[in-house]
């Protein structure tokens, strides 16, 4: 597991996909935090789903997808990489997370986001999914205290943006 998390932002794959799409909140909290010199990341699983909805994904989320990989390099959002073990941990936290239902088990790779951003000790995941977002925080708190994992907490950018003024 990485070291330092100050100032470290994860981003999931909706987060990716709304500032492609040009949404107005997407690019006001990449600027903001750029500006404040925080980094932003983003996780295996995250350009993995990018990359295969651009190569057998429908229009327009094919184009969409197209649009976020090369935003990413554009906006300095980089890629972060886990060791195989690290893989492994996350991977067995997903699953647990979707066993205690607090993903449905279609949201296997939101659950494998969450986890691979805490593995990487990063403090937030920021997102607009309404999956993530709504999971039960006292619940999602004991399940990374009960696998002695770092808690990675899934928050919206208008939030961020709301605390950062």
Request: include cysteine; hydrophobic fraction near 50%; aromatic fraction near 6%.
């Amino acid at each position: 597991m990485a070291g330092n998390q100050k100032k470290r932002l994860a981003l999931d794959t909706n987060l990716l996909l709304d500032l492609a799409k040009g949404l107005d909140f997407a690019h006001d909290f990449l600027g903001v935090f750029q500006s404040a010199k925080y980094s932003m990341l983003a996780g295996p699983t995250v350009f993995r789903e990018l990359g295969f909805a651009a190569i057998y994904g429908q229009e327009p989320e094919k184009s969409w997808a197209t649009m976020a990989i090369a935003a990413a390099s554009q906006c300095s959002i980089l890629a972060f990489d886990l060791t195989h073990l690290d893989q492994t941990i996350a991977e067995r936290f997903a699953q647990k997370l979707l066993e205690i239902g607090l993903l449905p088990p279609e949201e296997h790779n939101d659950a494998l986001i969450l986890a691979e951003t805490a593995v990487e000790n990063i403090p937030l995941l920021v997102t607009s999914d309404k999956h993530l977002l709504d999971m039960d925080e006292d619940a999602l708190a004991l399940a990374f205290s009960t696998a002695d994992l770092p808690a990675a907490h899934p928050v919206h950018p208008k939030a961020l943006l709301k605390a950062m003024r």
